[in-house]
């Protein structure tokens, strides 16, 4: 079974610095899409960069980017310049290429961006 | 993207009674899921919902206790059956397929408070 580990259950960054959330996951698929979402207190879930694993290039969306290491299993995310808004809980999820878009998540990890 | 609705958003209920979720997407979708979150935990799927036939449960739930219904491509409801305190959490809807590829999107949630 796949299984997705965040192993930062909180971590906090000044306002305009840079943060990084780490994530494993456990897989014997060879095809698989990886994706981070955040989830605010107002709880609704949004996706903010997804990954494909086939892709050698990270991918990067604003000041959202991650760092993919197939081999080693593991998907980072990095937050440059962290703004007031980015304060939430973030989860990191895996979706094999053959399962049905059934997505597994890691357990997640709250970020507080201090002012 | 989709834009997803869930009603109600939030609700306060009686041990033992039932409450139903509704999910409403703006365009037609191939897969509708239905996930729990725990109070401080992460997100576990219940079922898939699927259009024309029975959902597909996952470990640990049960038809009698949380009946699913999709009657076409864009709606879905998950019901919540003889409530008791544990059932307290947040139901989400999320969508799948249909022109937006491998990606997920959730709806805003129901928090639902059993008492």
């Known amino acids: 079974a796949q299984t997705v580990t965040q192993s930062q259950p909180e971590m906090s960054v000044q306002e305009a610095e840079t943060v990084t959330l780490s994530c494993t996951y456990d897989?014997?698929?060879?095809?698989?899409?990886l994706f981070w979402y955040k989830q605010p207190p107002s709880r609704q879930m949004i996706l903010v960069i997804r990954q494909e694993a086939y892709k050698q290039q990270n991918a990067t969306e604003n000041r959202f980017s991650v760092n993919f290491q197939k081999a080693a299993k593991s998907f980072s995310l990095k937050i440059s310049d962290s703004q007031l808004g980015d304060a939430a809980m973030y989860f990191c999820a895996y979706r094999p290429e053959t399962s049905g878009s059934r997505l597994t998540f890691g357990e997640g990890t709250q970020l507080t961006v201090n002012p | 993207s989709a834009v997803i609705s869930q009603k109600p958003s939030r609700d306060i209920c009686q041990r033992g009674t039932s409450l139903t979720i509704q999910c409403q997407v703006d365009s037609q979708v191939t897969m509708m899921f239905w996930y729990r979150q725990q109070p401080g935990q992460s997100l576990t799927l219940i079922a898939t919902?699927?259009?024309?036939?029975?959902?597909?449960?996952e470990s640990g739930f049960v038809i009698d206790k949380f009946p699913i219904s999709r009657p076409n491509l864009t709606f879905s409801t998950l019901t919540v059956s003889n409530m008791s305190p544990e059932d307290s959490s947040i139901y989400l809807c999320s969508v799948a397929g249909q022109g937006f590829s491998y990606e997920q999107y959730f709806g805003p949630g129901t928090r639902l408070t059993v008492t």
């Open positions: 919902a699927n259009q024309g036939s029975e959902a597909t449960y």
């Open positions: 897989t014997s698929e060879s095809d698989y899409y």
